[in-house]
């Protein structure tokens, strides 16, 4: 065989076990202001809607433990498949993807078919703690938009608000990702808001006891017991930590306190293996402020290897996966 189909049957399996090859300034020559529109609309969502942002930054998560940050998880049901938004974890709760879309809508107008929405997720979420006043860095752009979206998938892998330490701490090893990386990644809960619904077990029934869950403390258990009473509705949101419009280390100092919302939350600090990180990360800002730029890097690393696209709109599929195997 020639020197280039060895060469082109070895970029093929790249591509094929790999994914896509991600870099910093991917879109420098096809568009060159996407880092900057992107930022732009996430500040206009910001000034509609503070919270918006946290919103979006959460999609990150959502996205990349479902088979990759591929934006899997903004594609709309249809009649042949049913998708993320339904979810165990994302049915009446992940909210703001129309921050998504208007994002999309302003980059396609700018270079249309080129920047993909799993990017969009990726830009949109580092800017969502660059605004915040938390760190800002670099990120790695090339991905693909997924083809296919499956709320199985979902279900099987996003951890419940009721996860303990040990649980977390093994699911996110599943991704490589460290005890470290797990506990400053929670960090994320320094901005944004959780449902009654997420709780309600910890405030009335902790592990089936009947009773409250005894690491809250007692003011801050009062204060969520109005916030959240028995029968109420359970819609109603509280803040994940003391300051839920900065992105800072309160929310590392809550949980020392015994002022963390969710159950996953506290338990990183009553827990032994993840305590030590909660204390660090609540003396030192700095110290997580690293970690967790490291930890986003590395969760926006993380890939399928399946066949991709861009899509045009983030809610829809250009191509249907039949659509590709008869391409074939
Ligand atoms: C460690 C395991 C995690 C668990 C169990 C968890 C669970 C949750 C839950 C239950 C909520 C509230 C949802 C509701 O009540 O409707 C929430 C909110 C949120 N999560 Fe997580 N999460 C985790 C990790 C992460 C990570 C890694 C990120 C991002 C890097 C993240 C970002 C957020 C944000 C920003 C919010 C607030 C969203 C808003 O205000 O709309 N979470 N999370
Ligand atoms: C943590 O959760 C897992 C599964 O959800 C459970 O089997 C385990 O007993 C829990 N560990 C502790 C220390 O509560
Ligand atoms: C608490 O949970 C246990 C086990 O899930 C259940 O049997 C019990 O009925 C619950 N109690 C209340 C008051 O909801
Ligand atoms: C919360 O609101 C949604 C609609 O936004 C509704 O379908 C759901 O039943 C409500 N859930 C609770 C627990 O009240």
Redesign the pocket.
Same mark, same amino acid.
């Not at 901005?191 to 709780?199: A, D, H, N, P, T």
């Given at each position: 065989m020639s020197l280039l189909l060895h060469l082109i049957l070895y970029l093929l399996l790249l591509t094929v076990v790999i994914g896509d090859i991600l870099r910093p300034r991917f879109y420098s020559e096809t568009c060159p202001d996407a880092e900057s529109i992107v930022r732009r609309e996430m500040k206009k969502a910001m000034i509609k809607e503070a #919270? !918006?942002v =946290? !919103?979006v930054? %959460?999609f990150?998560?959502?996205d990349c433990f479902v088979n990759g940050c591929d934006a899997s998880l903004l594609l709309d049901d249809t009649p042949n498949m049913i998708g993320e938004k339904l979810s165990l *974890?994302n049915i009446? !709760?992940? #909210? !703001?993807y129309e921050v998504v879309d208007d994002i999309k809508e302003a980059l396609e107008k700018a270079c249309p078919a080129t920047v993909s929405c799993a990017d969009i997720i990726i830009m949109a *979420?580092r800017d =969502?703690v660059a605004l915040t006043g938390g760190p800002d860095w670099e990120v790695t752009l090339g991905r693909k938009d997924s083809l296919t979206a499956s709320q199985q998938d979902s279900d099987d892998v996003? $951890?419940? $608000?009721r =996860?303990n330490a040990t649980y977390?701490i093994d699911?996110?090893k599943r991704f490589d990702l460290s005890v470290k990386d797990?506990v400053a990644?929670?960090g994320?809960?320094s901005?944004?808001?959780? %449902?009654?619904?997420?709780?309600m077990f910890r405030l009335y029934n902790q592990s089936g006891s009947g009773k409250p869950d005894p690491a809250l403390e007692p003011d801050y258990k009062n204060k969520l017991n109005k916030l959240c009473p028995l029968g109420g509705d359970e819609n109603v949101?509280g803040d994940?930590d003391a300051t $839920?419009l900065v992105f800072d280390n309160q929310y590392f100092k809550d949980l020392v306190s015994g002022r963390g919302?969710?159950n *996953?939350?506290q338990t990183l600090y009553t827990t032994q293996e993840t305590r030590e990180y909660v204390k660090l990360f609540s003396e030192d800002q700095d110290e997580f402020f690293k970690a967790f730029e490291e930890?986003?890097v590395k969760?926006g690393d993380l890939q399928s290897g399946r066949d991709g696209e861009i899509r045009f709109n983030c809610r829809v599929a250009n191509r249907r996966p039949i659509d590709v195997l008869l391409e074939s």
């Open positions: #919270r !918006s =946290a !919103s930054m %959460r990150q998560f959502h *974890s009446d !709760s992940l #909210r !703001s *979420s =969502a996003m $951890p419940s $608000p =996860a977390l699911l996110f797990m990644l929670s994320s809960h901005i944004g808001q959780g %449902r009654c619904f997420s709780i949101t994940l $839920p919302f969710l *996953s939350d930890g986003m969760m």
